[in-house]
């Protein structure tokens, strides 16, 4: 326990690696109008997460994800874009996805309405407890839907439905979509400190009234949905060099409107989050303690989950697939986090990211059987994330 602690706390103090929003590209709506834009975001990253608890598995990312977009702005208050986003993974010899593109968005004032491919650059300003960042290494980078976003002085929204999977008659699987509302409200109380008051919401459907109901599937909901709803408050002191300082608390809670939890175990569930922080345009260092009461979210990272979200690697001697992980939840899970990221623009266009996260997990949890028998006490994890990000944008010629 106490080399374990001394080596966390090494890490929170002491490493030079980090990551924040570069892993993305924010859209930005072009300056003239009738001018034909080239746009590319070009992502070189590495993750490796060495995870050897009973909740999350460990694995490495390694490969490149290009999205490329021609635009065009025929009026001062909208902008179409058209494209394609593909993903390689390292060590495999076709492209792991290939998604084409499309988007419109309107800008009126503090309001921004957007159809087809939606604004992710910030997760929906949704908490990782809520929604894993490590979506931008994959397809679910991709979400398409409409949005609303509204920014004011002391307001900032997120409003947004995504269809993340279509159905067809008779189809085999159901209908998937989410709905999100984020709120951000921002004041000063002096000309150094800052309050912000963090509201989520989001609502994952599983359902379809046009799919196929079998013996296979009778197991499932015809309509299911997971609410997860988040509130805070954040104090921030501004430094010099703008720096700062802060402390957040949140609190967290899900809810499934079916007795039928499926996969995840828990009807209801809370968990609480305290965090401090230091940030610099280039440094941001945090340290935070993580309590569930038997908390999901489906799309959130799998660190903190109540559910082990481990893949079924075990088979019997006839080659069958044995439950170890499946069934094994852990409601009180607790951990400290830590992480110090790091951004920079090297080169013109050119950006560097990197991160270190630090998980050292208080709660201690076995699993026992024939198959599979360990105990986890005083765990130690870690997650190193390297990035590179180009970014470019060029006009190629203004219609008449």
């Given amino acids: 326990m106490t080399k374990n602690f001394i080596f966390f706390l090494w890490l929170i103090v002491y490493s030079s690696f980090g990551q924040n929003n570069l892993l993305v590209y924010k859209d930005s709506i072009q300056k003239e109008t009738n001018t034909l834009y080239i746009e590319a975001n070009n992502l070189s990253f590495i993750k490796n997460n060495e995870y050897f608890n009973l909740i999350a598995d460990g694995y490495t990312l390694f490969g490149n994800k290009l999205d490329v977009n021609l635009s065009i702005k025929p009026h001062q208050n909208y902008q179409v874009k058209i494209g394609v986003m593909t993903l390689k993974y390292y060590g495999l010899d076709t492209f792991s996805e290939f998604i084409p593109t499309f988007s419109l968005q309107i800008d009126q004032g503090n309001n921004h309405y957007y159809f087809g491919k939606l604004p992710t650059d910030d997760n929906h300003r ?5 929604y894993s960042f490590e979506r931008h290494l994959d397809k679910r980078s991709i979400e398409n839907g409409v949005a609303h976003r509204y920014q004011k002085k002391h307001w900032q929204t997120d409003t947004w439905l995504e269809w993340e999977h279509f159905i067809v008659k008779g189809d085999t699987e159901r209908e998937r979509l989410n709905f999100g509302q984020t709120t951000t409200y921002t004041t000063l109380l002096n000309k150094t400190w800052q309050v912000q008051v963090p509201l989520q919401l989001y609502l994952h459907h599983r359902g379809g009234q046009i799919n196929q109901r079998n013996d296979l599937t009778a197991h499932l909901n015809n309509a299911m949905v997971v609410a997860n709803i988040s509130g805070g408050l954040q104090l921030t002191k501004q430094l010099a060099n703008k720096q700062q300082i802060g402390v957040e608390y949140q609190y967290f809670a899900h809810s499934i409107n079916s007795d039928n939890v499926e996969e995840l175990h828990y009807k209801n569930g809370s968990a609480h989050l305290i965090q401090v922080f230091y940030k610099s345009p280039e440094w941001q260092y945090n340290l935070s303690y993580w309590k569930t009461d038997k908390f ?20 019997d001697n006839d080659g069958n697939p044995e439950t170890v ?3 094994y939840t852990e409601p009180n899970r607790e951990l400290l986090h830590g992480f110090i990221s790091y951004k920079n623009q090297i080169f013109s266009g050119l ?10 997990q208080l709660n201690e949890a076995a699993i026992q059987n024939n198959r599979y028998n360990t105990t986890v006490k005083n765990q130690f994890d870690y997650a190193i994330g390297l990035y590179l990000n180009y970014r470019f944008n060029q006009k190629i010629f203004k219609m008449k």
């Fill in 126 to 130: 949704l908490s990782e407890q809520i």
């Fill in 296 to 315: 999901v979210a489906p799309k959130g990272n799998d660190m903190y989950q109540s559910i082990s979200k481990r893949v079924e690697k075990y088979t």
């Fill in 325 to 327: 992980f499946a069934t």
């Fill in 351 to 360: 950006y560097l990211g990197a991160k270190l996260d630090a998980y050292l």
